[in-house]
């Protein structure tokens, strides 16, 4: 609460230009990934985790190389979300009226043809992962990253680092490598006629990337604000095997919730 209490709420012309211009850069980049896909330049889950992990890192460049205030890009992912939830509430209460419905009929089948060629399955069956990755972001922006590089700030990039660069890779690695498969016990009891595999191949890579993200994390932007210790490199190993256990455990619509809600406890509690 005291991270959304302090926030600093002066923007400057700068901060809305430097904002505007990296969102037509970025909504550029989406756009030409999603021609790609159309044209299977890349297809299924990888062209959907390169778009994972394009969203996910932007905040990243914002807030530490463009200098873009916590409060704008608080601002940004209420839009966001806003925009998501729209999206997310449309695709499961169809409309009353029967002109209503032919239309949304054949607004859906576009759509879910759009989205199952860049998710990878239908709009209807992707769940609450999209809604719940810009509900997080926004969550960790207002009431757990400041203004400032500290502690906190630090733990808090370094736990969505995993959302974003980890789990994709993971997910990307196991899809399209993975071999040897295992049942979480969490699919067994939630699921037991339908299963969710996860792979040993995927999870080593979300193990190796959180390792290799949190510690890139502090090492970029952690000098003078987080003493380098045998305490720090242990809470990152402990905290890159817990997060892993909790991602294979998790359902892909909220593990973008457990993952950087999981890495920023153990980095920071």
Known sequence: MLSLLSMDISWRWVDWAIMICHTIILGTLLHLLILWEERKVIQGEPARKIM??????????????????????TFMFVINLVVQAKIHFEEHHPPSSPS?????????????????????????ERGAGIL???????????????????????A???????????????????????????IPPWYRISAPGKPKYRTIEG???MLLNCFA???LVYYLWGSG?????NELYLRIILASITVTIAEACSSSDYDNIVVPVTAFLCLYI
């Not at 994972?52 to 890009?73: N, V």
């Not at 972001?137 to 590089?149: C, G, H, P, W």
């Not at 808090?156 to 295992?182: E, P, Q, T």
């Open 52 to 73: 994972h992990i394009l969203a996910g890192m932007s905040p990243f460049l914002e807030y530490f190389i463009l200098g873009i205030k916590r409060s704008m890009l």
């Open 100 to 124: 209503s419905i032919s239309n949304k009929s054949n607004s859906t089948d576009r759509t879910n043809k759009r989205a199952k060629n860049v998710y990878g399955r239908p709009a209807d």
């Open 132 to 154: 719940t990755f810009a509900f997080i972001y926004l969550v960790f922006f207002t009431f757990i990253i400041e203004d400032s590089v500290t502690p906190r700030t630090l």
């Open 156 to 182: 808090g990039f370094a736990a969505i680092s995993c959302l974003a660069w980890g789990d994709a890779w993971a997910s990307i690695i196991g899809s399209k490598f993975g071999k040897l498969k295992y």
């Open 203 to 205: 999870s080593i890579t």
């Open 213 to 215: 993200t949190i510690s």
């Open 225 to 229: 604000v987080v003493a380098s210790s």
